[in-house]
C-alpha cells in the first residue's frame, strides 16, 4: 500500500497517451484498478497514434492535462516555460509498496530519457531494448557464433556473403534503425561523458574522431552487407525480408516480437545478440541501447492535484503492475525485479540481456535536437548509408549545423542573405502578379458596375433579406476560417514557441525564409514539380478517357466506377497502399515489373527487383504513378461531365463534314470544355502547393531537405520545432502563392481561350 496519500473528492485526472504498438487496454485497466483504491477520483486516460500532435496544440492553447505519454516533445523548453514538473524529489521518496526509493526501481539507465540539466521529468513502464535479431537456425546450421567485436561481427559478414547469404535487413526510410549501429558503436568508444557531450551538442561533438570512426562503422555495414532495396524499404518490410529469409540479421527494438506477432513463419527460431564492442572501446561490453516511453507531468496550481497523479505513476510502476504488463503484453519493463518465467519463450533472451547490463544509455529524443542540427543529421545520415560523403564530412556537416543553431541562440535575429537575388525575384513577382488581379478584379467590378441593369427579373434583394439568408453562414464561416486566418497572419510577425510569451519580430520569419532558408527553397522547388509534372500527365489522361467514355465505349458504366474508385479511398489510405505495393521485395509494383520482364524477355524490366521506390532520389519519381491513380478519376468525370453538356448535333455536322474524331475533339470538345479544363488546372496548381499527406507519410513523417514540401515544412516547424511565427509565416507565403498560382492559370487560360 502506497505511503503518500491525498485525499480525493469527485477528483477527474485527464492522461491521454500514445497508442503505439503496446495499445492502451494495460494502462487503461490500470486506470480502472487506481480508482478502486482510491474512491471518487475518475482518470480518462484514452489514446490515439498522433495523441503527441493533439497534445502539443494543447499546449499552444494553454489546455494542459494532467500527465501525457508522449512520442515527441520539446521537453527544454517545456522545461523552462514551467509547464512540466520536476520528478526528482518524487522519485527520491518511497516506491509504491513503500520498501525502496522510487528511483532505484527503475533499470539502469530508464530515467535517463527524459532528463533535463539536473531535474527528471519523465517516469517510464516499457523498456524497449535495441538489439540485433539473427536467424538461429540459420546460425546452427552454418556454425555461426554471436560475434563479440565489430571485427568478428565484419568478419562473419564476409562469411556470410560468401555462403551465398545476405547478412542484413534494414530500413532506409526509419532513419532511427540504421542508426541505432552508429548510436551503439559511439557510445562504446566514447562512454557516458562522450554521450553527454554529443546529446548537448557541444562544439567538436560531431567532429571527434570517435563519433567519426563509428560513422564509419553504419557506412560499411549499409554500403557492403545490407539487403539490396534497402533505400527505401520500411521497417516492416526489413523486418519481414529478415523472417522470410532474406537475410541473416535485423536490427530493431525489443517491440519486433509483438510487431510482427502472427508473421513470424512457424518454427523459425529468432536468435537476440547485443551490439558488438571495439576492443578499445569505453563502455561496458554488457551496456544496452534502451529506450523507454515515460510519462510527463504537467504543471498545476492544484498541488493535490499534482500529487494525485504521480501516485497514479507510482501505482503503474508497482511490481504487480510490471508483472501484469509483461504477461499480458509480452514486453520488457522500466522496473526491476520482474522474473525471466513471466517472458514468453520468445521474448527471455531480450529480457536476460537486460538482466545482464551493468550499464545502459538511452536514445536521445528526436525532438530534443535544434531544428538545424536534426535536419542536418536526417540529410547527412542518408549521405553517408549511400556512400555520397565520407564519414569526416558526415561530422563535419552535423557540426556546422550546430553551430548555426548555437549562433541562432545567441543572436536570434540576425539573417544570412543567402538567396538575395531569388528571394527578391519571388517577392517582386508575386507583388506583380497579386497586385495585378487585384487591380483588374476592381477594373472589372466598375464595369460590371456601369453596365448593371437597375431592375433585373428577380429584383435586387434589400440588406435585410439578403443579412437573412447570408448572414448566419458568413457569420460562421467567418468564426471558424476567417478569424483564425487573421489570427495566424498576425502570429506570422511574432516569435513563438506556443509557450512562453510571444515577441514581434516583425518581417523577421519572411526575411528568414526567402532569404536565408535552404530548405524553403528545396520545398518550393519540389511543390513546383508536384504543381507541373502530375498536371501535364494528369489532364491529358482524364482528358482522353473522357472523350472515349463519352464516345461510347464499351463498358463505360463500369470503367466510370473504376476511375473514380481512388477517390473514395482518400488521401491517407491511398498512400498507405502505395507504401505497400513500393516495397522494394514483395511489392506489387516491382513484383509485376519483374513478372513482365520475364514474360517479355526484358532485362531492363527484371532490374528492377529490389528498386527502392521509396529512397529520397526516387521519391518524387515515384509519386506520378500515385497523383495519376488518385487524380485522373476526378478530373475524368469532371470534363465527362461538361462533356455531356455539348449539342450533339455539332458532331452530326462535324462527321457530315468529313472531320476524324480527333478533329472533332480538338475543335469541338476541347474548346466548349476549356473554362472546366482551367477549373481542373488551377486544382491541380492548389493541390501541387499544399501536398502533404503523401510526402509525410512516404518519409517516415521525417523528410530530408530534397524532399520537403511546403507543407511538411510547415508542419515540421509547428510541431517539431515548435516554431509557431515561423510555421504560420509559411503558411501565409503558401496563401499569397496559392492565390498567385491560380490567378496566373486562369489569366492563362482566357487568354487562350479568346485565341481560339
Known amino acids: 500500500m502506497a505511503l503518500l496519500r491525498v485525499s480525493a473528492h469527485a477528483t477527474t485526472l485527464d492522461i491521454p497517451v500514445f497508442a503505439g504498438g503496446y495499445g492502451i487496454s494495460f494502462y487503461q485497466e490500470t486506470a480502472r484498478a487506481f ?87 519523465g517516469v517510464p513502464l516499457t523498456y524497449a531494448c535495441w538489439s ?25 559478414c564476409a562469411e556470410m556473403k560468401t555462403a551465398g547469404v545476405v547478412p542484413l535487413s534494414v530500413t532506409g526510410v526509419y532513419g532511427n534503425y540504421p542508426d541505432a549501429f552508429l548510436r551503439s558503436a559511439y557510445y562504446n568508444l566514447a562512454g557516458a561523458e562522450g554521450w553527454a557531450a554529443l546529446n548537448r551538442g557541444d562544439p567538436g561533438a560531431r567532429t ?51 510487431e510482427m506477432k502472427g508473421r513470424i513463419p512457424v518454427g523459425f527460431e529468432i536468435g537476440v545478440m547485443n551490439f558488438p564492442v571495439f576492443v578499445d ?26 500529487q494525485l497523479t504521480i501516485d497514479f505513476l507510482r501505482f503503474l510502476t508497482s511490481r504487480a503492475n510490471a508483472r501484469r504488463f509483461v504477461r499480458e503484453v509480452d514486453a520488457p519493463v522500466a522496473v526491476k525485479g520482474v522474473p525471466l518465467s513471466e517472458f514468453s519463450p520468445g521474448m527471455r533472451p531480450t529480457a536476460a540481456m537486460i538482466d ?8 536521445p529524443q528526436v525532438a530534443l535536437q535544434p531544428p538545424a542540427t536534426r535536419q542536418a543529421l536526417v540529410d547527412a545520415r542518408n549521405d ?47 507583388a506583380l502578379v497579386v497586385g495585378g488581379f487585384g487591380w483588374r478584379a476592381w477594373m472589372w467590378r ?37 478569424a483564425p486566418a487573421a489570427v495566424s497572419f498576425v502570429w506570422a510577425f511574432t516569435r513563438w514557441d506556443g509557450l512562453g510569451e510571444r515577441t514581434w519580430t516583425g518581417w523577421f520569419n519572411f526575411k528568414w525564409l526567402l532569404f536565408e532558408s535552404d530548405l524553403f527553397w528545396a520545398a518550393l522547388r519540389n511543390n513546383v514539380f508536384l504543381m507541373v509534372v502530375p498536371a501535364a500527365i494528369v489532364l491529358p489522361t482524364a482528358l482522353g478517357f473522357a472523350f472515349l467514355l463519352h464516345r461510347g465505349v464499351f463498358g463505360a458504366r463500369f470503367l466510370r466506377g473504376v476511375f473514380l474508385f481512388p477517390n473514395f479511398l482518400g488521401g491517407i489510405a491511398a498512400t498507405l497502399l502505395w507504401l505497400c505495393a513500393y516495397e522494394p521485395h514483395g511489392g506489387l509494383v516491382n513484383a509485376g515489373l519483374v513478372a513482365l520482364g ?95 499527406e503523401m510526402i509525410w507519410l512516404l518519409t517516415s513523417q521525417d523528410p530530408d531537405s530534397s524532399t520537403h514540401t511546403l507543407g511538411t515544412l510547415m508542419v515540421t516547424s509547428m510541431f517539431k520545432d515548435m516554431q509557431i511565427g515561423r510555421a504560420t509565416a509559411i503558411a501565409v507565403m503558401l496563401f499569397v502563392l496559392v492565390i498567385a498560382g491560380s490567378a496566373l492559370v486562369l489569366r492563362g487560360f482566357r487568354r487562350e481561350a479568346s485565341e481560339s
Open 35 to 121: 480508482e478502486t483504491e482510491r474512491p471518487g477520483v475518475t482518470i480518462e486516460l484514452y489514446g490515439d497514434p498522433r495523441i503527441t500532435d493533439q497534445v502539443r496544440v494543447r499546449l499552444i492553447d494553454g489546455d494542459l492535462p494532467d500527465a501525457t505519454l508522449p512520442r515527441d516533445l520539446l521537453l527544454p523548453a517545456l522545461v523552462r516555460a514551467d509547464k512540466v514538473v520536476d520528478l526528482t524529489p518524487y522519485l527520491d521518496g518511497p516506491n509504491w509498496e513503500g520498501d525502496a526509493r522510487w528511483r532505484d526501481t527503475f533499470q539502469p539507465g530508464a530515467l535517463e530519457a527524459w532528463r533535463v540539466e539536473h531535474g527528471t521529468y
Open 132 to 156: 540485433i535479431f539473427y536467424n538461429a537456425g540459420l546460425f546452427r546450421a552454418h556454425g555461426w557464433r554471436e560475434p563479440r567485436t565489430w571485427n568478428e561481427f565484419f568478419a562473419l
Open 208 to 258: 571527434d574522431p570517435r563519433y567519426v570512426r563509428a560513422a564509419g562503422v553504419l557506412q560499411r555495414l549499409m554500403q557492403e552487407d545490407t539487403l539490396t532495396g534497402w533505400e527505401g524499404m520500411t521497417h516492416t518490410a526489413a523486418q519481414l525480408a529478415f523472417l522470410e529469409g532474406r537475410a541473416a540479421m535485423t536490427v530493431s527494438g525489443s517491440w519486433m516480437l509483438n
Open 281 to 306: 572501446g569505453l563502455a561496458d561490453p554488457t551496456t544496452i541501447q534502451a529506450g523507454a516511453d515515460s510519462f510527463i507531468v504537467f504543471a498545476t496550481h492544484d498541488p493535490a492535484r499534482v
Open 356 to 363: 545482464r547490463a551493468r550499464d545502459a544509455f538511452n536514445m
Open 384 to 430: 553517408l548509408m549511400l556512400g555520397r560523403i565520407t564519414p569526416q564530412a558526415f561530422g563535419e556537416r552535423v557540426e556546422r549545423a550546430a553551430a548555426r543553431d548555437r549562433a541562432r541562440a545567441a543572436d536570434p535575429d540576425s539573417v544570412t542573405m543567402r538567396h538575395p537575388w531569388a528571394g527578391g525575384v519571388l517577392l517582386a513577382a508575386l
Open 446 to 482: 466598375r464595369r460590371a458596375d456601369a453596365a448593371r441593369v437597375e431592375e433585373s427579373y428577380f429584383g435586387a434583394l434589400r440588406p435585410a433579406v439578403a443579412a437573412t439568408f447570408v448572414g448566419p453562414a458568413l457569420a460562421l464561416y467567418a468564426t471558424l476560417t476567417l
Open 598 to 692: 520475364h514474360l517479355v524477355g526484358s532485362e531492363w524490366l527484371q532490374s528492377f527487383a529490389g528498386f527502392p521506390w521509396l529512397a529520397q532520389s526516387n521519391l518524387y519519381g515515384a509519386l506520378v504513378p500515385i497523383y495519376l491513380w488518385m487524380a485522373c478519376g476526378f478530373n475524368m468525370v469532371l470534363f465527362l461531365a461538361a462533356m455531356e453538356g455539348i449539342d450533339q448535333q455539332l458532331y452530326e455536322a462535324a462527321e457530315m463534314d468529313g472531320a476524324s474524331v480527333v478533329r472533332q475533339f480538338f475543335t469541338i470538345t476541347l474548346p466548349l470544355i476549356w473554362d472546366i479544363v482551367a477549373i481542373a488546372v488551377v486544382f491541380l496548381v492548389i493541390g501541387g502547393l499544399n501536398a502533404f
